[in-house]
């Protein structure tokens, strides 16, 4: 049954672990983007100028 | 970048002011594809325990195989998935996104979504394979068409990831991509027909052959029918965060820029300017 139990062990994990790095990846991502999003949002109350200076 | 006219208070002379960076908003998951994802992901726990369950505990050794036919329970499900519904999933999508007139980034980020889940489970058949053929055939491995066929499709998806990696505009990259997911699919049938056209170690079709006919009964045959469903209901709930995960990270390379310019402006216009300092307004122009 060892082979069997391995078997089962190594592809469950590979599986479980990588689901979790998936949502682990996605959480992260989602911060980011509302960080970025509220990081914003204070945002140009007045535009930069680009021209012609003396 | 519009731009619109003012007057340079500073200089007296008619200026071009940078409109506030709006960058797209960002991507919303409904509350409906949020239930939705969970919902698979739960079923798909479920049903993996009743097959893990049914595999190790309730079903019978085999008249041959002994003990070992266990892992026939997880050994193909891990292969359709990876040949069929992960890498058959990217062939379609690319094709949708080398057609004209279905050309979207929805395709080429499934496809990519897809590609990477497959890999995982093609990683997942050579190695349950492999610990199958060592009590079986005596060897981890063997130069097998079938065997050798599969890892070629791993080192073909693999080269479409790092692919992928390379710095490039969103359009010429998922063109690049969507090519190279063709050419990685030629492999497909090559590993579904290899037990047919050449002599292997692999044992033949036994669920899905030509007749339709299965060679396998009774609870083994619904423990290897759950053991599919419940491994694509996981593909397919790792397939939705995956996908997931590229609309965000779309989402912040193409906006990156516009909130960092954002910043800097709220930052310069934050504070008082005064002689010397950084923080007045940027002045770019010809003097």
């Not at chain 2, 409109?19 to 969970?38: D, L, N, Y």
């Not at chain 2, 919902?39 to 049914?54: N, P, R, S």
């Not at chain 2, 083994?220 to 990270?249: C, K």
């Amino acid at each position: 049954m060892r082979y069997v139990d391995a078997g089962y062990v190594v592809v469950l994990s590979i599986l479980f672990l990588y689901g979790v790095q998936l949502a682990w990846r996605r959480r992260r991502l989602a911060r980011a983007v509302s960080r970025a999003v509220s990081g914003s949002d204070g945002t140009p109350s007045e535009p930069s100028v680009i021209g012609r200076s003396s | 970048m519009s731009g619109s006219a003012s007057f340079d208070s500073f200089s007296g002379r008619p200026s071009v002011t940078a409109p506030a960076i709006a960058p797209t908003p960002p991507p919303v998951q409904s509350a409906r594809a949020r239930m939705t994802e969970r919902i698979i992901g739960v079923l798909a726990l479920v049903g993996t325990a009743f097959t893990v369950w049914l595999g190790l505990w309730v079903t019978p050794p085999d008249k041959f195989q002994g003990n070992l036919v266990r892992l026939v329970y997880i050994h193909p499900g891990v292969a359709w998935v990876a040949l069929y519904a992960a890498f058959g999933l990217a062939t379609v999508s690319s094709l949708f996104y080398l057609w004209p007139r279905t050309r979207s980034l929805f395709w080429d980020r499934l496809a990519a979504a897809s590609v990477e889940v497959g890999v995982v489970f093609n990683v997942c058949t050579l190695i349950s394979g492999s610990i199958w053929g060592k009590p079986t055939w005596g060897v981890w491995w063997a130069w097998d068409a079938r065997l050798t066929l599969t890892a070629v499709l791993l080192v073909l998806y693999l080269g479409y990831m790092a692919l992928r990696r390379l710095p490039a505009e969103p359009e010429v990259r998922a063109r690049r991509s969507a090519f190279v997911a063709l050419f990685a699919a030629i492999d497909i049938p090559l590993v579904h027909f290899s037990v047919d056209w050449w002599n292997t170690l692999h044992q033949g079709a036994t669920v899905l052959n030509a007749n339709l006919t299965s060679k396998i009964h009774g609870s083994m045959a619904w423990t290897l029918l759950l053991g599919f469903v419940s491994l694509t209901l996981v593909f397919v709930w790792m397939l939705l965060v995956r996908y997931r995960i590229g609309v965000l990270e779309d989402w912040l390379d193409t906006n990156q820029l516009d909130l960092a310019l954002a910043e800097r402006q709220s930052e310069g216009t934050d504070r008082e300017p005064g002689p010397g300092d950084g923080s007045a307004p940027v002045r770019v122009g010809v003097s």
